[in-house]
């Protein structure tokens, strides 16, 4: 027992220190996308600075789409270190880490050592997972408590002592309490629907009452509850619009505008494996037919993980509100199935002449998709692009050339090995072209404005408010004439026309003598000029944004 220990610490060990690589370079290189990364750095900013932990503030107005976990876990970064890139996405980064373990850990339980370091290596590298694991938003928090509330259950139901399935229940209990302060209600529908379709199918209708042993649900309760009661003791209006707007309306209704095609996550689930979607595909269709054939020893297992991944893909594709981080809860499970042909495939098992060659036809697919892209947006011709758009092209040549050479001419498990050190090099690349193709911060302008501002002058934002200019600025911003967007519910709430003002006051100010720096569109632009306005001066351009001032 104690050498299975040392193994499982040595393993662990050695999958941080790789996986860290795939998740942990280069995270302060961009800086915070728009509108998501501004957002969820501003509201913990704001709880730092007021002290109220309990009430979230977006620009200064009340903000309850979501729960606060993360909000948290940014606020302690912001105390320690301030608003550093690196720092803000430390979170999502090590959230994505210990699901990888978690998923190296359960992938060991139920198949074997090698398929568990398989299915975590997979995992990080995984186009989109990696991705979602190295940005300022919650979807990766939830991906993280879902999956070790489901694993930790599924466990549980394998326990050979009442000792092992306490320890596992409590996890799951703990787990899901955190699921639901990542991301709200989620925390346990998704695990609970996912439970019992799994008894069902099973045949194990007593497993559901693993679910429900009355002190686990005291310590869900005294984990998820507290907060929710404090917010809504200080807040009256906090429990229609959480529980019905954000809840029921957002999944039932077009209320966000998030309203996409039934089929909208098939292309990101498949193309977000990349650069293992022929092994993904391949696994799926192997572990449906031998769940279906029933020749699969652990049936149960298996089960469970395409009840999981099938559930969650079902579940957020009949929607009405789709984005796409939605999908990535569904990856661990396929991560598992994954490790497993790839360990077959390392042990000389079973062949891998089918994968290599639906891998080469993504990434011809994906290498053809990102030249037109770079077509059509003119990027091609933009002198600072070109190092990238060459990198990346050599890059996906080389998954579809030397991938196939390393097989024939090495070995199987150089191929295995090469398709880890390009998916590294790829996602790298990907980190650092990330500005050329993302146009909608505008961190240049605002750190401009913060190195020529003095005390008493004011930043304000036409009709629109950008997220990433009040938490650059480590302040709240004047908004002109906002009429409409997710600051409007908590407008309502609260006074807040001394900073979400109309046209006419800040014309007013304006006359006063007051100093604004504003960051505006070409066409408010246009507006300004329409006016008259002609003591605002341009003096900085960034993108599709333009920074003028009235101070001479």
Known sequence: MRSTYKIILKDILF????????????????????PDEGRYTEIPREMVVSGDYVTPRLNGIKYFEKPPLMYWFEAASIKLFGVEEWALRFWPALLGLLTCLATYFV??????????????????SATLFNIISRLVILDVAVTCFLTTTLYSFLLATRAKTKKEETIYLALFFISSALSVLSKG??????????IVLWALL???????????????????????????????????????????????????????????????FIPFIIFGWFPWTGHFLISLRDSVRDLWQNKTQGPNNLTFLLVWAGFIF????????????????????????????????????????VILNLSGVVSGL????????????????????????????????????????????????????????????????????????????????????????????????????????????NQKINVINYASGELMFGMEQEDTS???????????????????????????????????????????????????????
């Open 107 to 124: 992938g060991s339980k139920l198949s074997s050592r090698r398929t568990g370091i398989f299915a975590a290596l997979i995992l990080a």
């Open 314 to 353: 079902t579940f957020f594709s009949i929607s009405n509100s789709k984005l796409i981080p939605y999908i990535t809860p569904a990856f661990p499970p396929l991560a598992i199935l994954i490790g497993k042909t790839v360990a077959d495939i390392w042990e000389g098992r079973r062949s891998d002449s």
């Open 202 to 264: 099973t045949q194990q209708y007593r497993q559901i009452l693993l679910a429900f042993k009355p002190w686990g649900i005291l310590l869900f309760l005294a984990v998820a509850a507290p907060w929710h009661i404090l917010v809504s003791m200080r807040n009256p209006e906090f429990a229609w619009f959480y529980f019905v707007h954000e809840h029921f309306l957002r999944y039932l209704t077009g209320v966000h505008d998030r309203t996409q095609p039934l089929w909208f």
């Open 498 to 552: 001394s900073w979400m003002i109309t046209f006419e006051d800040f014309f007013q100010q304006c006359q006063s003598g007051q100093i604004f720096y504003i960051i505006l569109s070409a066409d408010n632009f246009n507006f300004f000029a329409e006016n008259e306005l002609s003591e605002f001066k341009r003096i900085g351009e960034q993108n599709k944004y333009i920074l003028v001032t009235n101070k001479k």
């Open 185 to 194: 209600l989620i925390g346990i529908v998704i695990p609970g629907v996912i």
């Open 15 to 34: 999958l941080s220190l790789i996986i860290s690589l795939f998740f942990g370079m280069f995270l302060g290189t961009r800086p915070l996308s728009v």
């Open 366 to 473: 994906i290498m053809i998709t990102f030249w037109i892209i770079c077509y059509f947006k003119g990027m091609i011709k933009a002198p600072d692009f070109m190092p990238n758009f060459i990198s990346l092209t050599i890059i996906l040549s080389l998954f579809i050339v030397m991938i196939p050479l390393l097989r024939k001419f090495i070995s199987v498990r150089a191929a295995i090995v090469g398709n880890f050190v390009l998916s590294l090099c790829f996602l790298m690349t990907v980190q650092f072209s990330w500005n050329k193709f993302d146009i909608r911060p505008a961190k240049d302008l605002i750190m401009k404005i913060a190195s020529v501002k003095q005390p008493g002058d004011k930043i304000a934002l036409i009709e629109y408010y950008m997220q990433d200019v009040a938490p650059y600025l």
